[in-house]
């Protein structure tokens, strides 16, 4: 490749369930040159997240507009200003934005943050970004932990999950992590320092939960739905508090789940347990809370008392692959794709 050719994955066509590989198109055309009051972007890396499914149904979520076929998947990124005709940026500035899959973007600034001389830049799209920002914000100001209470969160050592439950345990809470296989258990438990953690393809998983949670659960981080959250609800102490931030086990479902109708038993257990679920979306709260969370987060991890995990895949071409298996649970930590090493 060379610098006048850009490569742009876009959304082939639209996935019944599951993704697979065939609902992307790698394609290739000239890099844009940059007009009046723009910038030309080289992305350094591609942020991979769990709503990127969402966006490629027919019918998206209220909170952002679905991918056109054809288009270019979006994505969170980090750029070099290659060229500038924008008074706020010069060439060689690292940024953080939104050029989405592909190697060239235009900008025309409005949506670019310059990222200095951070050291590791691609922390900006996890731990020190978003998904981090997620977790801060679910957790402190509508789950509310107080020391002594008991926290689970699931997908605990995913991008937002891994922060969720090290920052109950910066505040004096008891953390049950739940994830997906010995390996991520291990994990959970041994180096990010929950005090108990749960494999959830365990079929006693439910029963594991009852026993690891004697005194029930204040707070639950909902990030998956499905079979977690059956396990958890009955749990659910009077006045729990219940952040919604997601539910990826149902993301790939293309039509509704046959069986028991659970919206009885979920409304119910709300009413008579006087439970606060509420639903988040970070997009929100940027204005409101993230220069307290930018300036608390940057503090933890200097200081050794969050750890950050990347997940990072080298190659654009590796995006489908790596957003299918982010789908599936395989990631541990903030999924990258590091798109050039130059």
């Not at 500035?93 to 670019?112: F, K, M, P, R, T």
């Not at 929950?194 to 009852?210: C, I, M």
């Not at 149902?250 to 046959?258: D, G, S, T």
Request: proline residues 6%; aromatic residues 6%.
């Amino acid at each position: 490749m060379t610098a006048t050719t850009n490569r742009r994955i876009v959304l082939a066509s639209r996935p019944q369930g599951a993704p697979t590989p065939d609902n992307f198109r790698l394609e290739e055309g000239p890099v844009p040159e940059p007009g009046e009051g723009q910038v030309l972007l080289r992305t350094l890396y591609l942020s991979l997240d769990p709503y990127m499914r969402n966006l490629m149904d027919e019918i998206p979520p209220a909170y952002a507009p679905r991918v056109e076929l054809g288009a270019t998947m979006v994505g969170g990124t980090v750029n070099r200003v290659v060229a500038s005709r924008h008074p706020g940026f010069k060439a060689g500035e690292i940024v953080l934005g939104n050029a989405g899959w592909q190697d060239y973007a235009l900008s025309d600034g409005s949506d670019l943050r310059a990222l200095g001389d951070m050291k590791q830049p691609s922390l900006a799209l996890g731990g020190l970004g978003m998904p981090a920002f997620t977790a801060y914000v679910g957790l402190l100001d509508i789950g509310q932990p107080k020391p002594g209470d008991t926290v689970v969160v699931a997908a605990a050592t995913g991008a937002v999950g891994s922060i969720v439950g090290q920052l109950a345990k910066l505040k004096g809470a008891r953390v049950i992590g739940i994830a997906g296989g010995a390996d991520k258990v291990a994990f959970a438990r041994d180096e990010l320092g929950f005090d108990v953690a749960l494999d959830r393809h365990d079929p006693q998983l439910a029963q594991n939960l009852a026993e690891a949670a004697p005194n029930g659960i204040d707070v639950y981080f909902e990030n998956v739905g499905g079979a977690v959250f059956d396990a958890v609800l009955p749990l659910l102490n009077t006045g729990a508090r219940v952040p919604v931030i997601g539910v990826i086990a149902q993301y790939n479902q293309n039509a509704a789940v046959r069986g028991e109708d659970r919206l009885p038993k979920v409304m119910s257990t709300i009413l008579q347990k006087r439970i606060r679920m509420q639903g988040l979306v970070i997009l929100d709260h940027y204005e409101t809370r993230y220069e307290d969370f930018a300036r608390d987060m940057s503090s933890w991890v200097a200081d050794d008392k969050i750890k950050l995990i990347e997940d990072v895949l080298d190659g654009l071409e590796e995006a489908p692959k790596g957003l299918i298996g982010l789908l599936q649970g395989s990631n541990f930590g903030k999924v990258v794709v590091c798109v050039t090493h130059s």
